[in-house]
């Protein structure tokens, strides 16, 4: 049973390059979340989708582009990186329900030089 | 003024000790309330769930108060794999999750 995944792991990039991270769950989860940790603000939502095809804007949006056309991926890109992007961003999924567990995958430790 | 406020830790207890850590929100709309439990540059997973009525888990308790809007989180008899953070979780409405930036707790022998 792989979960949920996230590739790749680690990413080191440059300011006003396009990076995509990439999140993959094989249990058919309605939900799929983005969020980016940073200290001292704990996780901020950045993009949900409740189905294929259907996303919404969290907390921090911003200089963020999410798409789902399959149920088991939730891609996200950065158009352009830049420094203040440098996070550890992790992906989530859920059945769905508002009192339903959320699953993280690993996370990706993005480096934005 | 953060949307979830949480002790900001760390706390350093030993093992057998009973912690208490607390949460505060803002959002008197919010639906439901949780526990997560974060180890060191790991992923977040759920440790419970948090009820009006209250619930327990083993050596595990929360509690909800609506009214104050007010999170709590005890753990009695203290394991040194207890160590890790707890982040406290709200969420607004339509999944949008707010959390805690984390209390840090380490269990010493």
């Known amino acids: 049973d792989a979960g949920i995944t996230q590739s790749p792991r680690y990413k080191i990039t440059e300011t006003g390059r396009q990076v995509t991270l990439m999140c993959h769950q094989t249990?058919?989860?309605?939900?799929m979340f983005w969020y980016r940790q940073d200290l001292g603000h704990g996780l901020r939502l950045i993009y949900y989708?409740?189905?294929?095809?259907?996303?919404d804007k969290g907390e921090v949006p911003d200089g963020y582009v999410v798409s789902r056309s399959k149920t088991e991926n939730f891609p996200l890109t950065l158009e352009s990186a830049t420094r203040s992007q440098t996070s550890v961003y992790f992906c989530?999924?859920?059945?769905?329900?508002?009192?339903?567990?959320?699953?993280f995958g690993p996370g990706t430790r993005l480096t934005v030089l | 003024r953060k949307e979830v406020e949480q002790d900001p830790g760390p706390f350093n207890v030993p093992e057998g000790a009973t912690v208490a850590f607390n949460c505060t929100y803002s959002?008197?709309?919010?639906?439901?309330f949780f526990w997560y439990r974060q180890d060191c540059r790991k992923e977040p997973k759920l440790l419970m769930s948090?009820?009006?009525s209250g619930n327990e888990d083993g050596r595990f308790t929360a509690q909800l108060n609506r009214a104050s809007q007010y999170i709590s989180l005890l753990i009695r008899d203290s394991k040194l794999s207890d160590s890790a953070t707890y982040l406290c979780?709200?969420?607004?409405?339509?999944?949008?999750?707010?959390f805690g930036a984390g209390t840090r707790l380490t269990v010493k022998p």
């Open positions: 989530a999924s859920s059945e769905g329900g508002e009192a339903d567990t959320q699953y």
């Open positions: 249990w058919s989860h309605s939900y």
């Open positions: 989708s409740a189905a294929a095809d259907i996303t």
């Open positions: 959002n008197s709309a919010s639906q439901s």
């Open positions: 948090v009820y009006s």
């Open positions: 979780v709200v969420n607004r409405g339509g999944n949008d999750m707010r």
